[in-house]
């Protein structure tokens, strides 16, 4: 199978470029491809002519999208949209990675794929109107919404603890927001599971179980025999400027459906990305 992920250069998108290194695989970082050009993303996906497409190009920084609305809305809807009117004219397949960031906390159970989005700041706002475009304009989707990622290759919550951990002796982590850490190289596994079959549609992907931000902090620091005080903390004790789901733990409910097995849990997944950095 011919595919051509984006924005190939991130965290997610390295972790893609590994697991379909079985594929005929092209990557492309921002300077190769700016999904937001519909010119160049409608000429390089017309020359290369992928199967399929994956999208890991994305604006990440939650804080910066609520100043720059227009750009958060430009790279998170608009590319999405050149990518699917690119896919649809050369009937090629999209795998498009979206967030738990398009819910706004207040269920009191895993959210499933049913249920109704309501995001709470700009970044979420964009993604989910990635969602809808791509929805709307080409059938062969696989929209993948994910929670809380870290991994090798991108500035992620276990590193800044890793380093502060250094820095300091005593830190506090929020623990009023309640999610699923995903380790990128799971998820790039299970997208590989997943396009083998043309079951498209909406999934949330995340790995088992959830935890606060101040629970997964002690469990980094337990796995790697730190010993540092963690002071647990509410959210208005940490303002920052997008406000954040309290609760944001997503049912993997249409990959149970699809008769796949939960991927694992967050706390094994957790421990292999400490021991891979050695
Ligand atoms: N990091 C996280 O905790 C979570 C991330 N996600 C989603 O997962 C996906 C991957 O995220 P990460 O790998 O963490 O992000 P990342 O920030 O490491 O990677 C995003 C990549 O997109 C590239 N990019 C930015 N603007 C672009 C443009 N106009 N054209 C082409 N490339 C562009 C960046 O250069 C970067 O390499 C994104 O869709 C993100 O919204 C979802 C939930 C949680």
């Avoid at 475009?133 to 992620?156: C, D, E, V």
Wanted: charged letters at 25%; glycine letters at 6%; hydrophobic letters at 35%.
């Amino acid at each position: 199978m011919k595919v051509l992920v984006t924005g190939a250069g991130g965290m997610l998108g390295t972790d893609i470029m590994h697991a379909f290194k079985e594929h005929n695989t092209l990557g492309l970082t921002k300077p190769e491809l700016d999904i937001t050009k519909i010119d160049q993303v409608t000429k390089t996906i017309g020359q290369y002519k992928p199967d399929l497409v994956i999208n890991c190009a994305a604006y990440t920084k939650v804080d910066d999208c609520e100043i720059n609305k227009d750009l958060a809305f430009k790279v998170n809807a608009l590319g999405p949209r050149n990518l699917a009117i690119a896919c649809q004219s050369q009937a090629a397949a999209i795998v498009h990675i979206s967030t738990d960031y398009v819910f706004d906390g207040t269920a009191n159970r895993p959210y499933t794929e049913f249920d109704s989005t309501k995001p709470l700041g700009v970044y979420g706002q964009s993604k989910f109107a990635g969602e809808q475009l791509i929805k709307s304009l080409m059938t062969r989707h696989f929209i993948i919404r994910t929670s809380w990622l870290y991994g090798a290759n991108g500035p992620n919550f276990v590193e800044t603890m890793l380093r502060l951990a250094k820095e300091y002796s005593e830190i506090k982590v929020v623990n009023d927001q309640q999610g699923s850490p995903t380790y990128t190289k799971d998820l790039a596994q299970a997208v590989v599971e997943l396009i083998k079959t043309p079951a498209y549609g909406l999934y949330h992907l995340t790995n088992s179980g959830n935890c606060t931000w101040y629970q997964f902090a002690k469990e980094i620091f337990r796995i790697e025999g730190i010993d540092i005080k963690v002071n647990p903390c509410t959210t208005e004790a940490f303002p920052r400027p997008a406000p954040r789901p309290k609760y944001s733990v997503m049912e993997n409910y249409f990959w149970k459906l699809h008769g796949r097995p939960p991927m694992r849990d967050y706390k094994e997944a957790l421990k292999e990305y400490l021991d891979s950095r050695g």
